[in-house]
């Protein structure tokens, strides 16, 4: 990959809680490894940046809302939209109803709906290393020890507090404007 390593290579879905591969060199040249493994530029997925909107256009709406409503207000591909409520209805977050008065609705409250729960849904893992996965633990190839690497220590306070902001941070949360971050917190990172 000619000094490219870590380089994020976009591309569907593999299937439910995995992403598209990226390839990075390794002890026996390249090998395939998920994006959970190295933050690209985008931490979450555009998937998941519209599985968030549509749902506080649900929580706000408070109804249901025809698919194209929310498409059209959050500015969002309607097909696209489809998918991604369709996954979030297979794991219990919305509903659809048909008929007249149909569209989709939140199943749980608003308040129950965790930043977390969405991102592992759609995104997989939320570890910056392999290594530091609750659900999706492998080891790194390039890592002597776990106990003695310097970057694991420094990525596990990174996945620690990220945990706990997307864990406690619900779509409720980001409608009345809280989050649990303090507001210095909030400039961006380059």
Excluded at 33 to 40: A, N
Excluded at 42 to 66: F, H, T
Excluded at 74 to 88: D, M, V
Excluded at 175 to 187: F, L, W
Aim: hydrophobic share 40%; charged share 25%; with cysteine.
């Amino acid at each position: 990959m000619s000094g490219n390593a870590g380089a994020f290579v976009k591309g569907s879905d593999l299937g439910q809680g995995t992403r598209a591969p990226l390839i990075c060199p390794g002890e026996a040249g390249i090998y395939p490894t998920y994006q959970i493994g190295f933050w690209p530029s985008e931490v979450i997925s555009q998937k998941a940046k519209y599985a968030l909107r549509a749902l506080v256009a649900l929580a706000r709406a408070g109804d249901s809302m025809m698919i194209g409503e929310i498409a059209g207000k959050e500015r969002i591909p309607r097909k696209f939209l489809e998918q991604i409520l369709l996954e979030l209805k297979r794991h219990g977050i919305v509903m659809s109803r048909r008929g007249k008065l149909g569209g989709y609705a939140l199943l749980m409250p608003a308040d129950q709906i965790t930043f977390g729960q969405v991102l592992r849904i759609l995104d997989g893992p939320l570890a910056p290393l392999p290594c530091l996965s609750r659900i999706a633990y492998r080891r790194c190839a390039d890592c002597r020890t776990e106990e003695d690497c310097e970057i694991r220590h420094v990525f596990a306070g990174v996945a620690k507090s990220a945990r706990a902001v997307l864990d406690r941070t619900t779509i409720a949360d980001a409608i009345a404007g809280s989050s649990g971050v303090e507001s210095a917190a909030m400039e961006p990172v380059s």
